[in-house]
């Protein structure tokens, strides 16, 4: 494909505009051929900003009339089960927010439809495209083979509950005058105590992206061994056999964003700090210590490029049309995220009760 790829947006509101349009609207390798929006001067007022063409009520109108080559969609994940399968219908990737969807049993219909139609989804889990994290993975894989430090023995994620996640993210996005939207939402998830429901949809509309990020580190599956009663630590074990642990901390920030993932080797060790979602043109922070003997220990940091996770992962889901790479995130794997989020909530409801 020599051409740039067309794109079709459907949805333009705060995350759509912010986080995906504005980014790939800068890239020379793809065009943004037409936007589905219903709320027509929202629509029409983005619309005029980024340069495109086209303007649609809806999706199918939007398919109806144009010859795209991939689609993102921009919707609260409680409608996926719907919006995602009519997408996909289309036969065309497709990149969507993270998670894959409300349910389980959601994410397994939204991938039977990729499956039938013969496409694809790419999961939009940022933080898999940040350069830090692209330069940590790397970094694992070859110490893993070179064995210097030894094997991985331990993986921590630390995640505040709270902070200034948006760091100005939001400061140039267009608000029409229309009305809000309703919108139909897929069914509830089933087995979840409807107690427990909302802290499952907290899980799976934040705490998931490090669900994900800790299996992307391990490089491997891993299942939750327990649950604190508080919803503060998920304590995992690998398929190899690794321990790791995700630290959901129960304290707010109010002008910073603190999020790390540490790596444990034997004789030494990665820290990837991780910046604020929406920041912009800041990527995380890699800090390497070494201390396999024989010379003195050593901390090195190297210099990450300055471009921003969301940047990036458009960046990586053009190439991923394209055929140059394999996405960073595919629907099957997401669909293990919901698994853990699930579980999660399951050993928590029975640790709160005892």
């Given at each position: 494909m020599s051409d740039p790829v067309r794109l079709g947006f459907v949805g333009v509101g705060l995350m759509g505009q912010c986080a995906h349009l504005k980014n790939y609207a800068q890239l020379p390798e793809c065009r943004v051929a037409a936007i589905a929006e219903p709320r027509k001067d929202t629509a029409r007022k983005v619309a005029a900003r980024y340069g495109v063409p086209r303007v649609y009520d809806t999706s199918e109108e939007m398919l109806a009339h144009e010859k795209l080559d991939a689609l993102v969609v921009a919707q609260p994940f409680q409608r996926h089960g719907r919006i995602l399968c009519e997408a996909l219908a289309s036969g065309l990737p497709v990149f969507c927010e993270k998670p894959i969807a409300w349910s389980v049993e959601t994410g397994e219909k939204v991938i039977e439809s990729a499956r039938r139609n013969g496409t694809w989804i790419m999961v939009g889990y940022?933080?898999?495209?940040?350069?830090?994290?692209?330069?940590?993975?790397e970094e694992i894989a070859r110490?893993?083979?070179?064995?210097?430090?030894?094997?991985?023995?331990?993986?921590?994620?630390?995640?505040?509950?709270?902070?200034?996640w948006i760091a100005n993210g939001f400061e140039d996005v267009i608000r029409g005058d229309d009305p809000s939207v309703p919108l139909d939402l897929d069914p509830t998830p089933?087995?979840?105590?409807?107690?427990?429901?909302?802290?499952?949809?907290?899980?799976?509309?934040?705490?998931?992206?490090q669900i994900n990020l800790m299996r992307h580190l391990l490089g491997e599956a891993y299942e939750v061994a327990f649950a604190e009663p508080t919803g503060t630590l998920m304590v995992g074990r690998s398929r190899?056999?690794?321990?790791?642990?995700?630290e959901m901390v129960r304290y707010w920030t109010t002008v910073d964003w603190q999020e790390w993932a540490f790596i444990l080797f034997e004789h030494g060790w990665i820290k990837l700090d991780?910046?604020?979602?929406?920041?912009?043109?800041?990527?995380?922070?890699?800090?390497?210590?070494?201390?396999?003997?024989?010379?003195?220990?050593?901390?090195?940091?190297?210099?990450i490029p300055w471009v921003h996770a969301m940047r990036q992962q458009a960046v990586n889901f053009i190439r991923a049309v394209r055929g140059e790479i394999k996405p960073p995130c595919n629907a099957e794997e997401a669909l293990e995220d919901l698994k853990?989020?699930?579980?999660?909530i399951r050993l928590k409801a029975l640790s709160t009760s005892r």
């Open positions: 940022h933080k898999r495209s940040d350069p830090a994290t692209m330069y940590v993975k110490l893993t083979e070179s064995g210097e430090l030894g094997p991985m023995v331990y993986v921590r994620i630390f995640i505040p509950a709270g902070g200034d089933t087995g979840i105590d409807p107690k427990m429901l909302d802290a499952y949809t907290d899980v799976v509309n934040g705490y998931i992206h190899s056999g690794l321990p790791c642990m995700i991780i910046p604020a979602p929406m920041a912009f043109r800041r990527p995380g922070r890699v800090e390497l210590f070494r201390d396999p003997g024989g010379r003195a220990p050593e901390t090195v940091v190297p210099q853990i989020a699930r579980e999660f």
